[in-house]
């Protein structure tokens, strides 16, 4: 079992050590792996040898902010210049 820093997930940060386990070995190896996860180990599992998941504690799981597309409002204010008028003519006149 790979064991990972908790800061860095990414399965190009993985620590030195033994193959990551394949999907059948974690699937035989699946009530041991959910105890291991719950005392604070993660176990990195591969598809064909590449890492595709990691089994581990939610307790080091990072937490995904939600953004809104308000964050988004004036972002593209400057795309087009100061007169979006002829622009949005413009494009218009694209689909006509």
Request: net charge negative.
């Amino acid at each position: 079992m790979y064991m990972i820093d908790s800061d860095s997930p990414d399965p190009a940060m993985l620590s030195t050590g033994p193959d990551p386990l394949s999907v059948a070995q974690a699937r035989e190896q699946f009530p041991s792996l959910l105890e291991a996860a719950e005392s604070g180990t993660e176990t990195v599992i591969a598809r064909r040898g590449r890492p595709v998941a990691v089994l581990g504690p939610l307790s080091m799981r990072r937490s995904r902010k939600t953004v809104g597309l308000d964050s988004l409002i004036g972002s593209g204010a400057k795309l087009w210049g100061t007169d979006i008028a002829s622009h949005v003519d413009q494009q218009r006149g694209e689909w006509t």
